[in-house]
């Protein structure tokens, strides 16, 4: 077979002539294709753009497969030609500060490389021109470490090359070029005389790297930002899809300095750094949609911790479906939030998506013919629909006392944040019993536990059976990436393990994850919700009362028709939306 690998150009420089030449040798397009690129771009001055950018503009299919030659492709064909592996610049696995120090910006920039991954005896350069070798020896001399050659997209390296660059000078200028500091709230500080002034929370500086800190999670989709005080440093931390993922590390001073701006900007007492604290901020995302975050700080060991729960508005428009509630889950629900009095709880542990759940219901709940009001702590989303109080416990705002003066607003439905107490659990009670839909959460491990929890808090077993029309527990599952996931033969073990002590049918085939660029190599994007919904019936309302035995309850739940978190999970798996792995990751232990 002839050998279809084009020749190395004369030059070191590609030209598009050079990769059109390069494209026919190689079979991926025609002549007249090649031509009609280079006959589109003569005269025109594109020399700020590669000339792969500029064949991937045109849009061509590869006479191979059939696909189209996007930038990515003409990457690793590039690379191919070149026998350089091919790689994907992920920002989420570049280590910043150590990149920059490898070489000067004005250096990497005059060739066009970055450094992507640094090791004890090899660093590894990425760049988009694979013949040109004239800076190798300079760099080797002075790094004194072997230099590993690949080729990245040309987008990714012109702009990573600004972004981390730019970082890491606003770190090194806002931290004044000094190594660790003293930290004031770290527990074991040292005395250290002389040191120059810290950061100011509004340095240039400082503010460069939370417009570039906010930014960049928006991008890589986090649901919350971690900023965590560590011994000398300041690690930030990205949730994505439900796992944390490293992301950088600042000296201490600039992360105190990052976390005292953000506290500017959610409008909290900067000075007082020994209490907790909450507050929000709106912001727009890249695509110029409002997103609020919200703030809570928290004193630690090594200074002061802030989360930021970052909440997109267009959640609130996702439907039912959307939000993973099967056709059955969704009839079962509506039926219960249609009612119109009666309390209605979600029950399930911190993020999994029961705010989410109770905002998106309420929003189609929502009429010019309903009074919607929700005691909240603190409010998450700010909803025009809602009428949304906060509670304030500094004036004795509590979500009692909330509910006390909501009922006095002449509202339709009630929304109380979390029933923590029993002065709440008996507000809502009251609220249900004079007429009111009342909607809240509670932290339990299933739906079933919820009554039990109800009775420990101290609520008669006679008002939980005249209030109380249903329980929801839910979860959240990663899904697996529609792009790159790949049939896989089904683990029948695992699968009765996951719908134990049912006999669901197994499914013919199930999928794994792959990863691919689209997901960042994960095999996952997104999450959806697997639910558990109890609707209490007169069978089972008549079980509650002070001897109430949890299991006799689950089991009467179960013949009723709820389907367990757990088997909710295993219709994703069969549907091809999630792995056996993932289900069982996240959800308790059936029983029956």
Known sequence: MADLRPRVP??????????????????????????????????????????????????????????????????????????????HIDPLKIDTPAIARVMSYGFAQRHGILAVEIGANEVTIASAEPFKEDWIANLRHVLQK???RVVANPEDIRRYTVEFYQLA?????????????????????????????????NDQHVVKIVDWLLQYAFEQRASDIHIEPRRGVTQIR????????????????????????????GRLNVAEKRRPQDGRIKTRNPDNNEIELRLATMPTAFGEKMVLRIF????????????????????????????PHGIVLVTGPTGSGKTTTLYSSL??????????????DPIEMVEPAFNQMQVQTNIDLTFAAGVRSLLRQDPDIIMIGEIRDLETAEMAVQAALTGHLVLSTLHTNDAPSAITRLLELGIPPYLIRATVLGVMAQRLVRTLCPHCKSAAP???????????????????????????????????????????????SNRLTNQIDDRCELEQLRRDA????????????????????????????VTPESQR
């Open 490 to 536: 089904l683990d029948e073990r695992a699968w009765a393990g996951l719908t134990r002590p049912w006999k669901a049918t197994p499914p013919s085939q199930t999928f794994e994850p792959v990863g691919c660029l689209e997901c960042r190599n994960t095999g996952y994007m997104g999450r959806a919700g697997v639910y558990e919904i109890m609707t209490l």
């Open 312 to 339: 997109d508005p267009d959640v609130l428009l996702q439907t039912m479906e959307q939000l993973g509630f099967s056709r059955e889950d969704r009839e079962r629900w509506q039926e219960m939030t249609h009612r």
């Open 146 to 148: 072997d230099i590993r």
């Open 169 to 201: 000078n606003s770190v090194s200028k806002a931290n004044g070029g000094q190594g660790p500091v003293g930290n004031t709230q770290n527990f074991e500080q040292l005395l250290e005389l002389g040191n120059k002034e810290n950061p100011d929370a």
């Open 363 to 376: 929003k189609q709940l929502a009429s010019p013919e309903v009074n919607i009001c929700t005691i909240e």
């Open 558 to 585: 179960y013949r009723e028709g709820m389907k367990s978190l757990r088997l909710s999970g295993a219709q994703k798996v069969a549907a091809g939306q999630t792995t056996i792995a993932e289900v069982l990751r």
């Open 10 to 87: 004369h030059r070191s420089t590609l030209t598009l002539r050079d990769i059109c030449t390069a494209l026919i040798t190689s079979g991926e397009v025609s002549q007249d294709e090649a031509e009609r690129v280079l006959s589109a771009n003569l005269g025109s001055d594109n020399s700020d753009r590669h000339p792969l950018e500029l064949v991937a503009i045109a849009g061509l299919r590869s006479e191979k497969n059939g696909q189209t030659l996007t930038l990515e492709r003409l990457t690793q064909w590039l690379g191919n030609w070149a026998d350089q592996p091919y790689f």
């Open 238 to 265: 990205f949730r994505i899809d439900g796992v944390l993922h490293h992301v950088y590390e600042f000296p201490d001073q600039v992360g105190i300095a990052v976390t005292s701006r953000l506290k500017i900007l």
